[in-house]
């Protein structure tokens, strides 16, 4: 009860709860109006009938008629009582068993119950928070950045303009905070200078606003933005913002990259210094049905294949593992040794093909220079035009992805069903991507690839299934919105699936901690760890970390501050080496279960 008087304070602050007290009074002054005006007629008419009764009898049949209770021992004799009877029961049953509980409820109760919800939701952080990340959305994407930071070890706090939206997501474990986006004093509450970032993932003119507001409360403090218009870049890097990221374009070129190309199999997925990490399908490549020990790979690039996706399981691949045209190959290296990758194959693949021509086995291929340097004049004369790559779908990640094939010459046609203009206009063709003639039109019966980059989860799943019924040796690229369909997007027959929620959160994680953890694609990173005692003194191949926690060692930070990729199996941990390891998330959590705590990402 202490507390009533201020709950009512704050209840009557509010300028909408006073305009409903005002409607609520009214209804309430006209209902008195009406039983007074009842009561007196009472009076009136049982006079005409030769009856005489108190006031007080006269309200007390009013409001008995009026709530339906009876009439009692009063009644109206005469046809005028009877029907003035009739009119008092029926505007009782109407204003004060409809009406009135309605407008208590509308205008007093409801308002009560919702100022009570704004009272119980915060609005304001802890005092004591710091290096915490500050998350202004509540988006789909926005909660899967939150949920991934917390597996690392981060503190984030949502901020949301609605108390509902607040409450529920409290209800759901989130750390959230109601206010306004574009209030200082919101930032203030939140403890935004003592905070480790802000991520503002809003529309472009919304972000602007925040941004600039923000950047006022915290000077120093790191602001990422993203950003859907490219001319949006400029003006929220003057608005304050750290780093601007348009994310659908990182996701559409991402996607482009990733087609099949004879000359460059590997596209890079993430780099630390020295340290590249890229992934190359295995599809097309004469490594189809070879082992990893029979392919050659290592010895002749320097590069090591440290994982396999094969349809969005990722698994640790040993010497005897045989590849096949479903995988993707992740291989981890220098830029150098990436490079010989590339070319590794390359020669490969044009080695097979001429031996094939020839009706020879690649092993005995012949090898002398004049012989080599004919068959690569015949092939290039004989070579046949490259096939166009078929993108679905023109929305921003079509375009970029298009730009992107634009830029490294590969020839493609966009199916969209809404004519374009600019450099799409003579890629384009016009259609539902459903209609199998359509598709047809576009070139899918010998397309090497095709790319799927709807925003729509549902149509990219049905249009997978479509494309993998139609060919089931082409390669299917697809885009998720949400990383909870990647998996469902794999199964319909996708050979690889990028995410637009992954790509928020790699790009946050490699901020936030640089150097700590290096996120490749979906569930898949490149995260440091020091050798501790546990390890210290032990060969890498003894030591256990793959066969307990499913990760590889892909490179060792030495105490002469030099990154070496690929360490000898030999090598003998020295206790203060800092490893990078390659693992899916359940690897890494199972690693620091098994070798020591993770430490928190923001540290």
Same mark, same amino acid.
């Given at each position: 009860?202490?507390?009533?008087?201020?709950?009512?304070?704050?209840?009557?602050?509010?300028?909408?709860?006073?305009?409903?007290?005002?409607?609520?009074?009214?209804?309430?002054?006209?209902?008195?109006?009406?039983?007074?005006?009842?009561?007196?007629?009472?009076?009136?008419?049982?006079?005409?009938?030769?009856?005489?009764?108190?006031?007080?009898?006269?309200?007390?049949?009013?409001?008995?008629?009026?709530?339906?209770?009876?009439?009692?021992?009063?009644?109206?004799?005469?046809?005028?009582?009877?029907?003035?009877?009739?009119?008092?029961?029926?505007?009782?049953?109407?204003?004060?068993?409809?009406?009135?509980?309605?407008?208590?409820?509308?205008?007093?109760?409801?308002?009560?119950?919702?100022?009570?919800?704004?009272?119980?939701?915060?609005?304001?952080?802890?005092?004591?928070?710091?290096?915490?990340?500050? &998350?202004?959305?509540?988006?789909?994407?926005?909660?899967?950045?939150?949920?991934?930071?917390?597996?690392?070890?981060?503190?984030? &706090?949502?901020?949301?303009?609605?108390?509902?939206?607040?409450?529920?997501?409290?209800?759901?474990?989130?750390?959230?905070?109601?206010?306004?986006?574009?209030?200082?004093?919101?930032?203030?509450?939140?403890?935004?200078?003592?905070?480790?970032?802000?991520?503002?993932?809003?529309?472009?003119?919304?972000?602007?606003?925040?941004?600039?507001?923000?950047?006022?409360?915290?000077?120093?403090?790191?602001?990422?933005?993203?950003?859907?218009?490219?001319?949006?870049?400029?003006?929220?890097?003057?608005?304050?913002?750290?780093?601007?990221?348009?994310?659908?374009?990182?996701?559409?070129?991402?996607?482009?990259?990733?087609?099949?190309?004879?000359?460059?199999?590997?596209?890079?997925?993430?780099?630390?210094?020295?340290?590249?990490?890229?992934?190359?399908?295995?599809?097309?490549?004469?490594?189809?049905?070879?082992?990893?020990?029979?392919?050659?790979?290592?010895?002749?690039?320097?590069?090591?294949?440290?994982?396999?996706?094969?349809?969005?399981?990722?698994?640790?691949?040993?010497?005897?593992?045989?590849?096949?045209?479903?995988?993707?190959?992740?291989?981890?290296?220098?830029?150098?040794?990436?490079?010989?990758?590339?070319?590794?194959?390359?020669?490969?693949?044009?080695?097979?093909?001429?031996?094939?021509?020839?009706?020879?086995?690649?092993?005995?291929?012949?090898?002398?220079?004049?012989?080599?340097?004919?068959?690569?004049?015949?092939?290039?004369?004989?070579?046949?035009?490259?096939?166009?790559? &078929?993108?679905?779908?023109?929305?921003?990640?079509?375009?970029?992805?298009?730009?992107?094939?634009?830029?490294?010459?590969?020839?493609?046609?966009?199916?969209?069903?809404?004519?374009?203009?600019?450099?799409?206009?003579?890629?384009?063709?016009?259609?539902?991507?459903?209609?199998?003639?359509?598709?047809?039109?576009?070139?899918?019966?010998?397309?090497?690839?095709?790319?799927?980059?709807?925003?729509?989860?549902?149509?990219?799943?049905?249009?997978?299934?479509?494309?993998?019924?139609?060919?089931?040796?082409?390669?299917?690229?697809?885009?998720?919105?949400?990383?909870?369909?990647?998996?469902?997007?794999?199964?319909?027959?996708?050979?690889?699936?990028?995410?637009?929620?992954?790509?928020?959160?790699?790009?946050?994680?490699?901020?936030?901690?640089?150097?700590?953890?290096?996120?490749?694609?979906?569930?898949?990173?490149?995260?440091?760890?020091?050798?501790?005692?546990?390890?210290?003194?032990?060969?890498?191949?003894?030591?256990?970390?793959?066969?307990?926690?499913?990760?590889?060692?892909?490179?060792?930070?030495?105490?002469?501050?030099?990154?070496?990729?690929?360490?000898?199996?030999?090598?003998?941990?020295?206790?203060?080496?800092?490893?990078?390891?390659?693992?899916?998330?359940?690897?890494?959590?199972?690693?620091?279960?098994?070798?020591?705590?993770?430490?928190?990402?923001?540290?």
């Amino acid at each position: 009860m202490k507390f009533l008087p201020a709950q009512i304070s704050f209840f009557l602050q509010q300028h909408s709860v006073r305009r409903n007290l005002v409607a609520l009074t009214r209804f309430m002054v006209m209902l008195v109006g009406l039983i007074i005006l009842y009561s007196a007629l009472f009076h009136v008419i049982m006079r005409y009938e030769g009856h005489d009764y108190s006031w007080i009898t006269g309200l007390y049949w009013t409001l008995t008629v009026m709530t339906t209770l009876g009439f009692g021992d009063i009644t109206f004799h005469s046809d005028l009582g009877m029907v003035f009877s009739i009119v008092v029961l029926l505007s009782g049953v109407i204003l004060l068993l409809i009406m009135l509980p309605f407008a208590f409820i509308q205008f007093f109760y409801a308002p009560w119950l919702k100022a009570q919800e704004k009272g119980h939701t915060p609005r304001a952080v802890a005092q004591d928070m710091k290096g915490h990340v500050i &998350v202004v959305s509540t988006s789909p994407i926005a909660l899967n950045l939150v949920d991934d930071l917390k597996n690392y070890g981060a503190r984030c &706090v949502l901020l949301c303009n609605d108390s509902q939206k607040t409450l529920d997501l409290l209800d759901r474990g989130y750390d959230a905070v109601v206010g306004e986006h574009d209030s200082a004093t919101v930032y203030r509450n939140l403890r935004l200078t003592e905070a480790a970032m802000l991520v503002v993932l809003d529309s472009d003119v919304r972000n602007t606003n925040i941004v600039f507001t923000a950047r006022d409360v915290a000077p120093d403090v790191p602001i990422v933005a993203s950003a859907q218009s490219e001319d949006a870049i400029d003006i929220l890097r003057l608005a304050g913002s750290t780093r601007v990221f348009q994310f659908h374009r990182l996701l559409g070129e991402a996607l482009a990259r990733r087609v099949l190309n004879a000359n460059a199999r590997f596209s890079i997925a993430s780099r630390y210094k020295e340290l590249v990490a890229a992934e190359g399908p295995v599809m097309r490549t004469p490594l189809v049905g070879k082992s990893l020990r029979k392919s050659g790979l290592r010895n002749a690039t320097g590069a090591n294949v440290v994982g396999l996706w094969e349809r969005g399981r990722f698994v640790l691949p040993g010497p005897d593992t045989v590849l096949t045209a479903t995988m993707v190959m992740v291989i981890v290296g220098d830029m150098q040794q990436i490079q010989a990758a590339n070319a590794f194959l390359s020669e490969k693949d044009a080695t097979e093909a001429a031996s094939a021509k020839n009706g020879v086995k690649a092993e005995t291929a012949p090898v002398e220079a004049t012989e080599k340097k004919a068959d690569a004049t015949e092939k290039k004369k004989d070579k046949p035009e490259e096939t166009e790559i &078929v993108i679905l779908g023109c929305g921003r990640v079509g375009r970029d992805a298009a730009r992107q094939l634009e830029r490294s010459g590969r020839p493609y046609k966009v199916v969209d069903k809404t004519p374009k203009t600019g450099f799409l206009k003579d890629h384009l063709v016009i259609g539902d991507a459903a209609d199998l003639e359509v598709l047809e039109r576009a070139g899918i019966r010998t397309a090497p690839s095709v790319i799927i980059t709807t925003h729509d989860d549902d149509t990219n799943i049905y249009l997978t299934l479509y494309c993998r019924r139609l060919r089931e040796d082409i390669q299917i690229i697809s885009r998720a919105t949400l990383d909870r369909n990647v998996g469902i997007l794999h199964a319909a027959g996708a050979d690889l699936v990028l995410s637009l929620a992954s790509m928020v959160t790699s790009s946050i994680i490699n901020l936030l901690a640089p150097g700590k953890v290096l996120m490749i694609s979906e569930g898949l990173n490149i995260f440091r760890a020091a050798v501790g005692k546990s390890l210290a003194g032990k060969p890498l191949m003894g030591s256990g970390i793959r066969s307990l926690t499913h990760c590889s060692v892909v490179a060792l930070l030495g105490a002469d501050g030099i990154l070496h990729a690929n360490p000898d199996p030999s090598h003998v941990f020295v206790e203060g080496e800092e490893m990078y390891l390659i693992g899916d998330s359940e690897a890494e959590k199972t690693f620091y279960e098994t070798f020591g705590k993770n430490e928190p990402l923001t540290a």
